[in-house]
């Protein structure tokens, strides 16, 4: 257990249509990252909190993907007007501890298959 | 910019054998963090075993251990007396300096132990 779960965990929709994601930490991270990864390959990053800022964006949202961190603890992704080319696997992490030895502990992923 | 490179698209090995895994990294951080994740079908993301940049020792955690070769950049992963249960993808990661702490993943190497 990583201390970190997200919902769903699975996910088909149609093109064109909305989605969203949650990511929730069980304790307390100022931290927060979001990474997409598609098949064959290793995760990508998306996009990255410190409490409620998002304070960098991959090339890779583009403007139909937004994240929220309102209250900096939980997270959410939506992709509106999906896309065939959405279907990732989306994964949310955040860091072990402070310090030069941090890690990334990641959460069990939300699969996307858009339709 | 950082890089990280997995030549070895899938690997065998017989169980109890030991196995390595090859990743090179590329960065021009002067400090940089160097990761193993392994990744079983079920998707979650496991981290293994850390290594920094300035560490003098190779990481060891219990079976896995990391051989780190500063000069030639490369991190690889080695896996002692292999268990069936080690049959995954395995993703060599890093984190430099900057950029927010996030981790750079190479394409992985799928594993896979043979009884």
């Known amino acids: 257990d990583t201390g970190v779960s997200q919902d769903p965990r699975h996910k088909i929709t149609k093109r064109g249509q909305n989605v969203t994601f949650r990511c929730d930490p069980i304790s307390e991270h100022n931290r927060l990252y979001w990474y997409r990864q598609t098949l064959g390959q290793g995760p990508e990053f998306l996009t990255y909190?410190?409490?409620?800022?998002?304070?960098?964006k991959s090339r890779l949202l583009s403007d139909r993907f937004s994240a929220e961190r309102p209250k900096g603890s939980f997270s959410t992704l939506e992709i509106q007007r999906t896309e065939q080319g959405d279907s990732a696997m989306y994964l949310c992490?955040?860091?072990?501890?402070?310090?030069?030895?941090?890690?990334?502990?990641f959460g069990p992923g939300t699969r996307l298959l858009v339709l | 910019a950082q890089k990280i490179t997995q030549t070895q698209p899938g690997m065998f090995v017989q169980e109890k054998e030991a196995v390595t895994l090859d990743c090179t990294y590329d960065t021009s951080d002067p400090s940089y963090g160097l990761f193993w994740y392994k990744q079983p079908s079920s998707g979650e993301m496991i981290f293994l075993i850390y290594?920094?940049?300035?560490?003098?020792q190779n990481a060891t955690e219990g079976r896995y251990s990391l051989n780190f070769q500063k000069a030639r950049k490369s991190a690889n992963l080695v896996i002692s007396a292999s268990q069936l249960g080690d049959s995954a993808m395995y993703f060599c990661?890093?984190?430099?300096?900057?950029?927010?702490?996030?981790?750079?993943f190479g394409t992985g190497t799928k594993l896979q132990v043979i009884p």
């Open positions: 992490a955040v860091p072990s501890t402070g310090g030069w030895q941090e890690t990334q502990y």
């Open positions: 290594q920094g940049s300035y560490d003098q």
């Open positions: 909190f410190q409490n409620e800022a998002q304070l960098e």
């Open positions: 990661a890093m984190r430099g300096s900057g950029g927010y702490q996030k981790v750079t």
